[in-house]
């Protein structure tokens, strides 16, 4: 049996690497001719990658190396950080690759490069070695159309962000319906990240020899299509062989610190609805308040993982409040008044919340891992995007797929902490009640969808077909 060994490099956010883990997974489960070798980057002083890392089971087939850390420019926005964090690592990456191939020859030839979607600079060193590159691409199939439209329409037609800037709507083949303007990733719109996106994001895509969407395509019909009927995206193949998730997420907190799965397990079915605005989401005490009214105005049963801002001018992740806080940033009596009806807490086992059958919506900040695991439970979304792409996932989850419902598609907060707007109490109540309407038609769709997420990963579905397409053109990249 002809064994051949693949290199994945994720990006260091830990979403990202927790996708490529379970991506790694994924392959090794599906064929033992592949041996995964996956080279973790760290940006300087994080350590919260440490806890999934360790918690892999130790396989022949699965090798995990840590890249030595390297120091980066002081002061740095997050892209040039991201971009001199690959300049530095290139050399570890190509020792590292040369070891496996010199000193593990047992485990069969290099046949190719995974890399995540903010790693393509890591194709050069792939050439090196004479092996193709694929990206590992973490967001959805209509996200990915759009980042190869943006390039090519600011290639042929010179349309830059001071050209978006002037229209309210964009035509993308990936979309259905026309982008609203206000919907694209804010660093879209900003002169001083266009060579970021253009020389190092979007241009990266295209030098893949194809991309991996952890994405399915019975969720994204016509995104997938776009791809082999639209003349601009026919040259690059995709594999969408999603939906990758971490159902069993190893965590430095207790799964259940707080007892809430105990305490959801008396409330009635579909009844509660869960906010949640993922590892990176935390607001400021005025808006707070307003979510505060909101939930104490529909009068729901709720779970509200309520996370601290990190200190301004910081990358850091929010923390949790210490409890004796939360009386002076919620309104006062909250607590009291809907101590039957609610839990207020810090961090949240978010899959199993949503797991739980008495979980009947979810406000999210739309990040697409969140997305994909809200839809593979059934939990309909009620959106409130935050940063990165998660404005064009609520776009997508409304307008197109018609699997959440709206509390804004636009809200945004700037890299300096900023928000774009305050959400009003009333846009918040409204989105709470209509994402728990038990008739609901998203609740309905959202239902078929969860079965079809469940489905396209067996033998006959898209992703499983996909999937089963890649690994033969990674194992035919070899010659015994």
């Known amino acids: ?163 978006l800037l002037q229209l309210t709507k964009l035509a993308v083949p990936s979309f259905a319906n026309s982008v609203p303007i206000k919907s694209l990733p804010s660093v879209v719109l900003l002169k001083e990240w266009e060579p970021f996106l253009m020389d190092f994001y979007w241009k990266g895509l295209k030098n893949a020899d194809g991309i991996i969407v952890n994405s399915f395509e019975e969720l994204e019909s016509h995104a997938v299509h776009s791809f082999v009927s639209h003349a601009g995206l026919t040259s690059l193949p995709i594999y969408p062989v999603g939906p990758i998730l971490n159902l069993e997420p190893k965590t430095k907190c207790s799964v259940d610190s707080d007892g809430i799965l105990k305490w959801l397990d008396d409330k009635p079915p579909s009844s509660i609805i869960f906010l949640c605005f993922g590892s990176m989401g935390s607001f400021d005490e005025d808006q707070i308040k307003k979510i505060a009214y909101a939930i104490e105005n529909s009068g729901v049963r709720f779970i509200w993982s309520l996370r601290k801002p990190p200190p301004k001018g910081t ?23 809907t101590a039957e009806t609610g839990r207020v807490i810090g961090w949240a086992p978010q899959a199993q919340i949503l797991a739980h059958r008495a979980t009947g919506g979810f406000v999210s900040h739309c990040g697409w891992n969140s ?40 809200y945004s907060i700037t890299f300096n902490g900023e928000p774009n707007y305050v959400v009003t109490a009333d846009m918040i109540e409204k989105g709470i009640k209509s994402v728990l309407d038990k008739d609901g038609e998203v609740r309905k769709k959202v239902k078929e969808m969860s079965e079809k997420s469940r489905k396209t990963l067996l033998e006959g579905g898209s992703s499983y077909t996909y999937l089963e397409r890649l690994i033969d053109y990674i194992v035919n990249q070899t010659s015994d």
Not at 131 to 138: D, G
Not at 315 to 337: C, E, T, V, W
């Open 1 to 163: 049996m002809k064994k051949v060994q693949v290199v994945l490099i994720p990006s260091p956010g830990v979403g990202h690497i927790v996708s490529t883990l379970e991506f790694a997974k994924l392959l090794i489960n599906r064929d033992n001719r592949l041996r995964i070798n996956v080279l973790i980057m760290k940006f300087p002083l994080a350590t919260e990658t440490d806890v999934y890392t360790k918690s892999l089971p130790i396989l022949d087939s699965l090798n995990v190396i840590n890249l030595p850390e390297c120091s980066l420019p002081p002061n740095s926005n997050p892209g040039s950080a991201m971009i001199a964090l690959l300049e530095a690592q290139k050399p570890n990456v190509k020792q590292a690759v040369s070891n496996l191939i010199t000193r593990e020859p047992q485990h069969g030839r290099l046949a190719a490069f995974v890399v995540d979607m903010f790693c393509t600079p890591m194709i050069d060193i792939a050439k090196e070695f004479s092996v193709p590159t694929l990206v590992f691409f973490t967001s959805g199939v209509a996200f990915l159309g759009l980042s190869l439209h943006l390039h090519t329409i600011h290639e042929r037609d010179s349309v830059d962000s001071t050209q």
């Open 315 to 337: 990358m850091d992740a929010p923390s949790n409040y210490p409890h004796f806080q939360l009386d002076s940033i919620l309104p006062k009596g909250f607590l009291d008044r």
């Open 371 to 410: 997305t994909l695991e809200s839809i593979y439970y059934g939990v309909p979304i009620a959106t409130w995007p935050i940063s990165a792409e998660q404005q064009m996932n609520a776009f997508e989850l409304v307008s197109e797929l018609k699997l959440g419902v709206e509390i804004t598609l636009d």
